[in-house]
């Protein structure tokens, strides 16, 4: 069974960086897309920045192009998220996914029904 924990949210003034981690355990850490998502109440959910863990180009949501970075570690079976110039519209609980399978390759990589593994969440609150 696959699983991941998000870690490093927390509250910051608008400006300001965060670096959200996402550890995967078993199987998940084979090359794979996996994403960062966001979720503000009353919202859906949406794609922030996504890519394949063995490497190539990301994508990201233009709300956040310039401003967010999507990295791996592999020593550390770690996918991270760091978030710069943070904006009160960046408020929300974010998650780390991954697709299903090492094979599967999304066809909108920052499409939500394209994972299939969900971490918990990490709250990210940004104040103006």
């Known amino acids: 069974q696959m699983q991941m924990v998000e870690s490093g949210g927390g509250s910051v003034q608008a400006g300001g960086s965060l670096r959200l981690s996402c550890v995967a355990s078993?199987?998940?850490?084979?090359?794979?897309?996996m994403g960062w998502f966001r979720q503000a109440p009353g919202k859906e959910r949406e794609g922030v920045a996504a890519f394949y863990t063995g490497g190539g180009s990301a994508y990201y949501a233009d709300s956040v192009k310039g401003r967010f970075t999507i990295s791996k570690d592999n020593s550390k079976n770690t996918v991270y998220l760091q978030m710069n110039s943070l904006k009160p519209e960046d408020t929300a609980m974010y998650y780390c996914?991954?697709?299903?399978?090492?094979?599967?390759?999304?066809?909108?990589?920052?499409?939500?029904?394209?994972?299939?593994?969900w971490g918990q969440g990490t709250q990210v609150n940004v104040s103006s």
């Open positions: 996914a991954a697709v299903l399978a090492t094979s599967w390759i999304p066809s909108n990589p920052l499409l939500d029904q394209e994972y299939h593994y």
């Open positions: 078993g199987d998940m850490y084979s090359s794979r897309f």
